[in-house]
């Protein structure tokens, strides 16, 4: 289980990311963060890539790497336009679900077969991130499912949450047969030139813009980012990729807690259950 805290370590991480993002490139909207967020470990990967020695790549391995940068392209463009055409209360929730579609993608993609208490505990996994994502009893936890049937972006984040359990089995498939720090130096400068350009050349945007407008911002989240890919790519490398991938989801807990004490965001109580059923998804995980 000594993969348990490296995921941890990636969970925290992509919290500070996103606080990072909040904090420093929310002002200049959706695309402009996208932008920073695909760009900014480029800056930081491409010294670590230089400088390690690559191991032999196989047609397995490139012709995953073509199915990812469409898929994760796609995933970026359909999330961006979920936040624009919904409420957040009614499309981030459905990112929960990633996990859960990996009981199945793992299985056909990686025939990893899990345990019926990690299965178990994916789902608890699941269900407390769900609720963690809700605004409070006002709203009730059936809204998102309610809004399926009303709200374009609910549809569309239920489908990037499905793209996302094929990309992350199919980046552990790319680390077999590669390794690691390659693969995570190597595919995110690679996504992050493919995402910029796709980004650029259909939004009609400068990417230079949000780099001059905010260079901490970028600096910040650069780092952030760079090391959540190197931990993310380290753990998923030593366990079954539904296991880690519903650990690394703890990172809407610690975003929770991140944005009460520094955003000083609303809800930590309400959102205490949530938590609760979280660490006991992951008690059940450590039990496998």
Not at 15 to 29: I, Q
Not at 193 to 221: E, R
Request: charged share 10%; hydrophobic share 60%.
């Amino acid at each position: 289980m000594y993969w348990l805290p490296i995921a941890l370590c990636t969970a925290l991480l992509a919290a500070t990311s996103d606080a990072f993002t909040k904090a420093y490139l929310r002002p200049f909207g959706a695309a402009n963060m996208a932008l920073g967020r695909v760009m900014a470990p480029v800056l930081f990967l491409s010294p670590i890539l230089l400088g390690i020695s690559w191991p032999r790549l196989d047609a397995t391995f490139w012709y995953t790497l073509m199915a990812l940068l469409p898929l994760e392209t796609v995933a970026l463009i359909l999330y961006m336009e979920a936040l624009k055409v919904s409420p957040l209360s009614l499309t981030v929730p459905f990112l929960a679900f990633t996990p859960a579609f990996m009981i199945i993608t793992g299985a056909i993609i990686l025939g990893e077969h899990l345990k019926t208490t990690g299965i178990l505990g994916i789902l608890l996994i699941v269900i407390g991130s769900y609720c963690l994502h809700m605004e409070g009893a006002k709203m009730g936890l059936a809204a998102p499912f309610k809004a399926i049937f009303q709200e374009k972006g609910s549809v569309l984040m239920l489908l990037v949450a499905f793209i996302y359990s094929i990309t992350s089995v199919l980046g552990k498939l790319a680390i077999k047969h590669s390794n690691p720090l390659f693969f995570a130096c190597f595919y995110f400068i690679i996504h992050g030139l493919f995402a910029t350009g796709i980004i650029t050349l259909f939004l009609k945007l400068n990417p230079l813009t949000i780099l001059t407008k905010s260079p901490k911002g970028v600096l910040l989240v650069g780092l952030s980012q760079s090391a959540m890919v190197i931990t993310h790519m380290w753990a998923i490398s030593l366990a079954p990729a539904a296991y880690m991938i519903a650990v690394k989801r703890l990172s809407v807990l610690f975003g929770v807690l991140i944005g009460c004490i520094f955003f000083k965001e609303e809800g930590l109580a309400f959102r205490s259950l949530g938590a609760a059923i979280m660490v006991a998804g992951v008690f059940l995980i450590c039990l496998t």
